[in-house]
């Protein structure tokens, strides 16, 4: 997943995954905002998976033996 980062006018950084819509962070320093972001999209994952859809991102990082 991309993560696209960028710094706000008032020194806040803001962090997102633009395939996950509403994963968008902000952090007080570049690495809080990425940390942040990457939890975020995690969770929508996890939330997601727990709700039966698919993920096809995920095909690459789990395997199950036929």
């Known amino acids: 997943m991309q993560i696209e980062i960028d710094r706000e006018n008032d020194g806040r950084w803001i962090a997102e995954v633009p395939d996950l819509p509403g994963v968008m962070v902000y952090g007080s320093s570049r690495e809080e905002a990425i940390s942040k ?29 036929a």
Do not use: S
Not at 40 to 65: K, M, Q, S, Y
């Open 37 to 65: 972001v990457k939890a975020l999209a995690l969770r929508v994952w996890a939330d997601r998976l727990d709700n039966g859809e698919e993920i096809p991102e995920l095909r690459t990082v789990f395997a199950v033996p």
